[in-house]
């Protein structure tokens, strides 16, 4: 499928991942960096872990990942959650990790740790959330795949969930894709061909909590990833989703508008949903979070992607980026709710303002400060600051 040199050539890899490791477990360490990517790297475990709390902290260069400075450069990595590694396979493992500067509080860039707060406070509200996941396909000339070179396919509109020669491309990335993130243990529901031609979606959930269940999203059936694991499972996705790209010599684009003009940009869609929300009469709870979404609009602007406004111009299916709306079925609006929802009068909510790079700590993290409450500051006890 591609032509690019940077194909890595798993062929030549595959007698050597059938070596005998002899009882070693390869664990690979992922975190979030400073622009919003993910770094890994691997260490040698003796023995198979029997759980996250089995694996030891480790460390990083903050200088190099644009997380610290050079006279202070340590960060620390704590694992919170590990899977199956679809790559090396066998007992080897993938370890998502949080951020943590020497003086013992969160990184700048360590958002999930907020989030967590946040999803503590606020547990007996049950809060389920499901993430829709744009992005694009590129070829090492940074255009989308199956375009033509310089120029430009024909308009939008035989693409979206299209089937087809000149219709669809890289469908092998994606099934690849969708086939690890199975295998590692995440809840993807789904994926489908988007509306612009080379740009895709998965989508994160349903399912609750950290043990997965699936299920039609229906008004009280629905169940979506609660807390922090929907975001946890949206940066695996993404990092498998960059690592099997690797494999096809492809580029990953998470850019909210990756191709100016009569294109469609690409989003992270936040869906939400609480238990009061769920129950019959729920439209009103479902109401009464859009009048607190409202005046807290600009706020959420800030934390929901870098290059968002290109992307939300009240065309090509976004609201404008100046103005909170809301509506039944109108994907023009900064916030849907889906029609079956309203004739139930009960359910959840669509955001439909999210960019596609948005962190998806932030986006859960804020949605809950809004509708629930803010917090109060944390103290951390700096005076054991690690040498």
Not at 69 to 81: M, W
Not at 269 to 285: C, Q, Y
Request: proline share 6%; hydrophobic share 30%; net charge negative.
């Amino acid at each position: 499928m591609a032509e690019s040199k940077t194909v890595s050539n798993t062929g030549n890899l595959e007698k050597y991942r059938k070596l005998d490791q002899k009882g070693a477990v390869l664990a690979e360490y992922i975190w979030i960096d400073g622009s919003n990517g993910v770094r890994t790297k691997t260490k040698t475990l003796k023995k198979v872990p029997k759980s996250v709390d089995e694996l030891s902290e480790w460390n990083f260069d903050g200088s190099s990942t644009g997380q610290a400075p050079g006279d202070n450069s340590d960060v620390y990595i704590r694992p919170v959650a590990m899977y199956p590694d679809p790559f090396r396979g066998g007992e080897n493992i993938l370890v998502l990790t949080e951020t943590w500067d020497p003086d013992g509080s969160p990184n700048k860039f360590n958002y999930r740790h907020d989030a967590a707060r946040q999803m503590d406070a606020n547990a007996s509200h049950h809060v389920w959330f499901g993430l829709e996941q744009e992005y694009t396909l590129l070829d090492e000339y940074d255009w989308p795949y199956g375009w033509p070179k310089g120029g430009f396919p024909g308009p939008q509109g035989p693409y979206y969930c299209g089937v087809g020669t000149g219709k669809v491309y890289c469908r092998d990335i994606v099934e690849a894709h969708y086939k690890a993130c199975i295998y590692a243990g995440l809840n993807i529901s789904g994926v489908n061909a988007e509306v612009m031609p080379a740009q895709w979606e998965f989508q994160i959930g349903p399912c609750e909590g950290i043990e997965c269940k699936i299920t039609r999203p229906s008004c009280d059936k629905t169940i979506v990833l609660i807390g922090t694991a929907v975001g946890d499972h949206l940066w695996m996705a993404r990092f498998l989703l960059h690592r099997v790209a690797e494999e096809f010599g492809a580029k990953i684009s998470f850019s909210p508008k990756p191709i100016p003009g009569p294109w469609n940009g690409a989003g992270l869609h936040a869906n939400f949903s609480s238990e009061e929300m769920r129950k019959p009469g729920g439209m009103k709870h479902i109401e009464a979070a859009m009048k607190k979404l409202e005046p807290r609009h600009m706020d959420h602007m800030k934390v929901y992607g870098e290059g968002n406004l290109e992307r939300m111009t009240g065309e090509h299916e976004t609201a404008s980026a100046d103005t909170f709306t809301w509506g039944i079925a109108d994907r023009g609006s900064s916030v849907r709710v889906p029609r079956q929802c309203a004739k139930d009068g009960c359910g959840y909510f669509e955001d439909r303002r999210p960019a596609s790079n948005a962190d998806p700590y932030q986006i859960t993290g804020i949605l809950m400060e809004t509708i629930y409450g803010g917090l109060p500051e944390e103290n951390f006890d700096k005076s054991d600051e690690k040498k």
